[in-house]
């Protein structure tokens, strides 16, 4: 069979694969400051509260993570009366965000907390209150130290949209599955499969790239 003919379902499944990245890593994104910060909270709830949540999707499989919410939540959801049912791009969505979350919140963590200590005390000394100190000095200099480690996370998370697959979702992977057992040429599929998801990851490194130089232009231009 012409290697073209398998061009145009595996793009559809590329697009697909295109929005769960892009909305997950987004989505990523927030969850990883919301509980980076929350880590490094005075309240002992908060802290709690991201310290919990970094260890739990830190410590267990994303695939299982996947299967409980597409699976497992609909049946608890029964059990107390409430529909619990996602559609399959939501809790793919939602499974690797919270995935990428919980690793980037140690990012952001680790970023904050490598600000120097002589900036906490020069914001103490202007009388700024800890939130002021958070926004105006920690921030500011802490995003562009993030920035390669999220770049690397968002590739991982390109490559964990594969997993969707496994939830009849039709993204690259599973149309590449479809075409391999309708036609059985594998290497062919595969190989195209292989050379797409590491076009998108190229592209998706650029943009990161493109990103971490306006965030260094933004701190520059701060200080």
Not at 40 to 61: C, Q, W
Not at 137 to 155: K, R, S, V, Y
């Amino acid at each position: 069979m012409d290697w073209t003919a398998y061009l145009n379902p595996l793009m559809q499944g590329a697009w697909v694969t295109i929005e769960l990245t892009l909305y997950s890593t987004v989505l990523g994104a927030l969850l990883a400051f919301a509980a980076g910060i929350g880590k490094t909270a005075h309240n002992p709830l908060i802290k709690a509260v991201a310290v919990t949540y970094i260890e739990v999707f830190r410590g267990t499989s994303l695939l299982v993570q996947l299967f409980w919410l597409y699976f497992a939540l609909p049946v608890l959801g029964q059990a107390i009366g409430v529909d619990l049912r996602l559609h399959p791009v939501m809790a793919g969505v939602l499974a690797l965000s919270l995935n990428i979350g919980a690793y980037g919140a140690e990012v952001v963590r680790g970023a904050i907390e490598a600000v120097s200590r002589d900036q906490y005390e020069a914001a103490r000394a202007l009388n700024f209150t800890p939130r002021k100190t958070l926004w105006r000095i920690a921030l500011p200099q802490a995003i562009p130290e993030m920035m390669p480690p999220f770049g690397n996370l968002a590739i991982q998370n390109l490559k964990d949209t594969a997993l969707v697959s496994l939830i009849s979702l039709s993204d690259l992977a599973f149309r590449a599955e479809q075409l391999r057992n309708f036609t059985q040429d594998s290497t062919t599929i595969y190989t195209m499969a292989l050379l797409m998801y590491f076009g998108l990851a190229l592209v998706l490194t650029a943009m990161m790239k493109v990103l971490e130089r306006f965030v260094g232009r933004w701190r520059a231009g701060a200080r």
